[in-house]
């Protein structure tokens, strides 16, 4: 995690222009400092070595390797025949980039500079302390210029890595960000349809069953069916509207999310298809619309699984805010069996109780679900208020 009190040294990254820039200001200065303090610097073949070994570096991040090549032999000459005396840096500052933009391959010359680097310190310890002052020039050269580039490919593969672990855990976060909103839009989507076709169900076998004897409740029936069907729709539209919009915009005419208000219309579905629902709402104003969608799906799914597998009956659905937490409790008086598909773990879990479990984990609170000692079924779920939501 990032430190807030630590800034970045520049307000933003620089662009590509702005780096060859830099480059070039580097490349010029320097060859000016080579130029200064070479013995031969008026001689045209001393400054043509210079140009070289220094201008070249001003498009190192263009063509890296051409660069470091046309920057290392140049330097390399540019020593042997006394013009500079420096430790190849810049053949150094030119390997960077080429290390940098290097794939990895089964072959990588890091161990090969690592041999080099050891191999030119053992000549330093053992060869070059009791030669002559040539002869140790040429061995201290040897060993700075060794450790120079060792180091600059070592910064460029380990700055390489540590981008390439970014852009992985970049890549991970957004295909988890990617799978969480599908499970989300799962949640809503069986949450509408599974709750509708359960009022549908029950009130279509009511008037079939009554229809040649009681035709006006068969109608009533029907009403109710059209009027879940409308209200079914009106969700499925406004979710669709959702997906639909550009992140960022104004979903524009769209309706708000179902909250504690649309509760009794739950109540009110769940009446018309036998079941008598007591609603006790006592909740503060202000909750997260996050959080007061989240409690109308749990209630929604736990009335409609009364619906579906304990009608006719009756139910109590309790919602209270205990301060930090908000609390949800629907019980009914039915047989207290539910009839539902076997879950993963062979017990009958179905997708209901699985998406009421799966939004109160997402806000680090408690779910229960189960039978009732003398008879009937309990949902429970307490979510605090500052959970973390989805």
């Known amino acids: 995690m990032d430190d807030p009190d630590v800034r970045p040294l520049l307000p933003r990254p620089l662009r590509p222009r702005e780096l ?23 001689r045209p073949a001393a400054l043509a070595l210079i140009a070289a070994m220094t201008l070249p570096l001003a498009v190192r991040r263009r063509w890296p390797l051409p660069v470091f090549c046309v920057v ?10 006394g013009v500079v005396r420096e430790p190849l840096a810049a053949a150094a ?41 040539e002869v140790r020039r040429v061995v201290e050269t040897v060993v700075l210029g060794s450790l120079t580039l060792g180091g600059a490919w070592t910064i460029g ?7 390439a672990y970014a852009a992985r855990q970049a890549e991970q976060a957004a295909e988890h960000a990617v799978t969480e909103e599908r499970l989300r839009i ?9 709750h509708t076709l359960s009022l549908i169900g029950v009130k279509a076998g009511v008037a079939a069953h009554v229809a040649d004897r009681r035709p006006e409740e068969a109608l009533e029936a029907l009403r109710v069916i059209e009027a879940t069907s409308r209200q079914a729709l009106t969700e499925m539209r406004h979710m669709l509207g959702v997906l639909r919009t550009a992140p960022g915009a104004v979903p524009g005419t769209l309706s708000p999310a179902p909250g504690l208000a649309a509760l009794p219309d739950i109540a009110e579905r769940a009446a018309a298809a036998g079941v008598r629902v007591d609603l006790d709402v006592r909740v503060a104003d202000g909750l ?12 929604q799914e736990a009335v409609t699984n009364v619906v579906r597998h304990a009608a006719p009956a009756a139910c109590r659905v309790l919602v209270h805010d205990e301060g930090g937490q908000v609390r949800i409790e629907v019980t009914d008086d039915g047989p207290g069996r539910r009839v539902l598909p076997a879950g993963p773990s062979g017990h009958g879990v179905g997708h209901g109780v699985i998406g009421m479990r799966e939004r109160v984990a997402a806000y680090g609170g408690v779910f229960t679900a189960g039978p009732l000692s003398g008879g009937g079924f309990r949902v429970l779920a307490l979510l605090p208020r500052e959970g973390e939501g989805t």
């Open 288 to 299: 997260p619309p996050a959080l007061e969608l989240a409690v109308h799906r749990i209630v």
């Open 157 to 163: 593969r380990a700055v390489r890595e540590r981008r």
């Open 20 to 42: 060859v820039a830099l480059d070039a200001l580097a490349a010029v200065g320097y060859a000016f400092v080579l130029v200064v303090e070479s013995p031969d610097a008026r």
């Open 93 to 133: 500052y030119a390997l960077y980039p080429v290390a940098l933009g290097t794939r990895r391959r089964r072959w990588e010359p890091t161990a090969a500079i690592g041999a080099l680097t050891v191999g030119a310190l053992l000549l330093a310890a053992f060869g070059g302390v009791a030669a002559g002052p």
């Open 72 to 81: 290392a032999v140049a330097s390399v000459a540019a020593m042997t025949l």
């Open 186 to 194: 799962a949640r809503e989507m069986h949450d509408v349809v599974s």
